[in-house]
């Protein structure tokens, strides 16, 4: 699968865990950032989400403090539907009940351990289908 990777500055050490860790089976794209300076997340969410919104890249994942501004920035791009996710559970809803696009997660929040079971859950849940797909086309 073909994994669309993005993150802050406060996300460098999550996202670099999972592209050596959980993502190495899948073709990564990362878009940055790789440095502790600031950078501004919605420039990095909009990259990740036109990538998958465009069929650049089939999913996406995106990394801030809380990853709530990168789920709000992703989720302004037409055809995304990004997930803020703080336990597997949750992760694997969004992909069987909401057919979530984007995986958002909190690097300040979750930290890596949990970074990377969350991420698995969710690359490893398939969409449902049925009752849901009616309520995925009303949310776009």
């Not at 790789?34 to 999913?59: H, L, M």
């Not at 994942?61 to 302004?76: D, E, N, R, S």
Request: aromatic letters at 4%; hydrophobic letters at 40%; one cysteine or more.
């Amino acid at each position: 699968m073909k994994i669309a990777i993005g993150c802050d500055h406060a996300g460098v050490p999550v996202k670099q865990a999972l592209v050596e860790t959980v993502l190495t089976d899948h073709d990564v794209v990362d878009f940055g950032t790789d440095s502790s300076e600031p950078v501004d997340y919605p420039d990095i969410a909009v990259s990740v989400a036109r990538a998958v919104a465009d069929g650049d890249a089939e999913r996406g994942v995106l990394i801030c403090g809380t990853g709530i501004g990168m789920a709000m920035a992703a989720g302004k791009i037409v055809g995304i539907r990004a997930a803020t996710c703080t336990e597997p559970f949750s992760a694997e809803l969004s992909r069987r009940h909401n057919d979530a696009n984007i995986l958002c997660l909190g690097a300040r929040v979750i930290g890596t351990d949990m970074a990377k079971r969350i991420t698995e859950a969710w690359l490893s849940t398939g969409f449902e289908e049925g009752r849901h797909a009616r309520r995925i086309k009303k949310i776009q």
